[in-house]
Every structure is written in C-alpha cells, then in structure tokens.
C-alpha cells in the first residue's frame, strides 16, 4: 500500500480523498493555487504545494508542476479527482514515465476512451449498444450527407469533448452549416481538437450511468445504476440511485452492457459507463467516463462500498474482495450539486445533520469563493429505505442547509423535489426544456 499520496485537485473532491487516505493512514500532500492557499482542502492536508497562479492553466492544468510537486515531496502515487487532468492521457502517461502510480486506469485507455469515435466503434465491436451515428466528419456538407440518412434531429458531438462542450442539435438542413461550425469552433478551443461526429438525436430519454470497479485480476464488477437526467445546459444538478425507470430486469442487461464495455476497453480501477435510455426500454452507449464521478457519493450509500478506497487499493495492486453476486442495493438515495450563482465571501453557513445525511464541501465561514474555478459548492446527499423518504430528506436538508454571502441554486433543488414529475420519477433530459 502506498505511504503517501498527492491529490492533484481541489475543493470539495480534494477534500473526500484527503479524507479517505487518512482513515487508510497513507500521508497526503495537497497541491494548491495562490488563489487557494487558504483552502480547506491545503489545511487537512499533511503536506502542501503551492504550484502557481489562480488560472486553471496556471496550477491545476499544470502537469510538468504537479509532477514536480510529487517528486519533491517523494508522493508514490497521484489520485486526480475528477476535472482538471483526471482523464488527459498524457498525465497518466507523464506519472507512468517519473515511476508515480496515477490512480486511475492507464493512459492507452483513456486515450481510447476520450476519443468518442474511437470508443463507439470499441463498443459496437464488443456488442454494446451504440447510439446511431457516423464518424469522425471533414465538413458541413458531409455533415448534411449524413444527416439525411440518420434522419433529423441529430446531435454534432466533439470527438474530443466532455462537459456539454462542442455539442449542438440540430432539427433542419438550414441550420447544419452553422452549427457544424460552432460546434467545430467550441471543441478546438475547449479540447485542442476540432472534430466531431453526428449522432442520432434520442429524445425525450434518460441518461442513465453504471459504475464499474476492475481489478488486476480481472474481476469487474458494477456498483448499479445512478439515474442523471435532472441537467440544465447539459449539467447535472441532481442523481440518484436506483433510478425509479430501471426494472431489475434491464438492470441485469445494464450491467452487463457496461462489464463488457469496460472489458473490452482493458480496462483498471474505477469508471462509469453512460447511457441513454429511451422511452421504449432501449437503451444506447454515450460514453465512458474514466474517472471518479461527481455523483459516486449516491452509488456509496446504497452499496457500503467506499469508491475513492477502492480506487487507491486497486491502483496498489489490492484485488477486489467481492464479485458482482455479493453486491446488494441498500434503500434509495439522492444527491443535489449546490452550485453558486457568483462569487463572494461566505458570511454564514449551516449544514444540515441527522442520520444518512451528508455535505461533502470545502466550504467554511469566512472563505471566499474564486471565480477562477466551477461553480459546485458543495453536494447535499441523503439516505432512506425508499424514494419516498429519501425525496422528504432531501427536502427537509435543502430547508436547512444555509449558504450566506454567496448566491447559490438551493431554493432552484427545493423545486426540483417538489416538482410532481420529479416525485413521480417520471422525467427524463427534457426536464428543463
């Protein structure tokens, strides 16, 4: 097992690995910007590093200072988080090259995996469902071309992208060439690579995503499904686990689609394999992510398995203790992202408490929020023996937990929860439409 441990993130997520690396009693070192100096997650840690200015681009996307920081501080191993470096193959690959263990899988994997026309062909291979699309398009009269035989509306995709980047609908051939463009244009910038790909538009439907943890042995297993369809401008702002659309029987073909998606990609450590699901049952592969998710807080309540643990285990070469029969959902539980609307300095704060009640934060009275960095405060998680309880804790929660000095989407959740659709759990990407 490792002694030491540097987190190359921040915030709230820096926080939870410090967290899990303590109670495992492995050493950390935080690595910070000059904005964070004050941070939390800088203050728990055993050590810190200061490697640059307050820009992204300056310190948390800095790889060759990051790597600096391990190598002087002697960190065996670097776990990313998620954002930042968490899926740059070159990172991993900068780790592998300086004989520091990146806790995440290796770097020809989420090479393979970031490239989305690369990992749709991997998965059609492997017999998983993919949504119908094409390839890899030289033009907006290609594009067109292509459209016409997959039949409107249809998504243009980054081949590179994440985070709702370099995505755009479009309904008619009119608004093709300007969308390709955009699109084009919005993916060079954001990922360095301008090319993208049409798909199929499934609409209305679900996202649903499976976690899956894979050990050097080969074990693979899934923690089940999170339902993630509650997005605004292609963000998440609430999951939850099970997802009241998923029957045990497409559960079973869910995780047997994401097992062999994740096998087929050789793949080690944790990740998610995301979905569409349609209104008819069908359900298509998106992408797989090759990281730790925001969300993973959900997966742990209903299943006892700490992901951020396992995820420092496997990288140490520990097998998995379970196969895929000894794992079991346990009650219902939710999440709600606590975004802020701005920055500003938090003049008061109260976290709610009670049992199967967690805030997994970086906030405290007194810190300021930067506005160099996302806007999630914090995630609100709760645990119950149904949806029914799980949505009145939740809603109980968002009533008490205070954010002042900053503005924040904490009444915009209490409306989610108490949206009809929502209690039904009768929604899907459409929500906000």
């Keep these: 097992m490792f002694s030491k441990i540097l987190v190359a993130n921040r915030g709230e997520v820096a926080i939870r690995i410090i967290r899990a690396c303590k109670e495992m009693g492995i050493s ?15 203050a728990l840690a055993d050590e810190s590093v200061c ?25 065996e191993a670097i776990h990313p988080g998620y954002g930042f470096l968490a899926e740059n193959a070159r990172f991993a690959a900068l780790c592998k090259k300086h004989g520091i263990e990146f806790i995440g899988p290796g770097a020809d994997v989420i090479a393979l995996m970031g490239d989305k026309d690369l990992a749709r062909r991997a998965m059609k291979k492997a017999g998983v469902p993919v ?29 590179g992208g994440g985070g ?12 093709m060439e300007q969308a390709f463009h955009t699109a084009s244009r919005e993916a060079q910038e954001a990922f360095g690579d301008g090319a993208v790909y049409l798909e199929k538009r499934i609409y209305p439907a679900r996202h649903v995503e499976v976690q899956i943890l894979a050990d050097e042995t080969g074990n693979t297993v899934s923690l089940f499904e999170r339902e993630c369809s ?22 079973a073909k869910l995780i047997d689609a994401a ?29 797989m992510n090759t990281r730790l998710q925001v969300e993973h807080g959900v997966t742990e309540q209903v299943t006892g398995m700490d992901i951020v643990k396992w995820q420092i285990r496997i990288a140490a070469g520990v097998p998995l203790d379970v196969k895929q029969k000894d794992i079991r959902l346990d ?20 976290v709610p408490g009670g049992p199967r009640v967690r805030f997994d934060s970086a906030l405290w009275t007194g810190c300021a929020v930067p506005p160099f960095y996302d806007a999630l405060l914090g995630k609100l998680i709760v645990h119950a023996a149904t949806r029914e309880e799980a949505i009145r804790k939740m809603q109980a929660a968002l009533c008490e937990l205070v954010i002042d000095g900053v503005p924040n989407n904490i009444d915009d959740q209490i409306a989610i929860l108490s949206d009809p659709r929502f209690k039904k759990g009768d929604y899907d990407t459409s929500f906000f439409a």
Excluded: W
């Design 259 to 287: 097992v062999r998606a994740a096998r087929a990609a050789g793949y080690l450590n944790a990740g998610t394999v995301e979905f569409l699901l349609d209104k008819d049952g069908n359900f298509y592969f998106m992408e």
């Design 331 to 350: 009650g219902h539980s939710i999440e709600c992202r606590i975004n802020a609307g701005g920055v500003g300095k938090v003049s008061f704060l109260h």
């Design 230 to 251: 509650i997005q605004k401008n292609n963000q998440k702002l609430v999951e939850e686990t099970p997802s009241p659309a998923v029957s045990p029987r497409l559960r």
């Design 164 to 175: 709702g980047k370099g995505i755009r609908v479009v309904s008619s051939p009119d608004a």
């Design 28 to 42: 950390t070192v935080a690595v910070h910007s000059t904005a964070d100096r004050e941070s939390l997650h800088v």
């Design 131 to 159: 949504i119908p699309g094409t390839g890899v398009l030289g033009s907006a009269d290609e594009a067109k071309k292509a459209a016409e035989e997959l039949g409107y509306p249809v998504v243009i995709k980054a081949r």
């Design 51 to 75: 490697i640059g200015g307050p820009l992204p681009s300056e310190s948390y996307l800095d790889a060759g200072r990051i790597i600096s920081a391990a190598l002087i501080t002697k960190a």
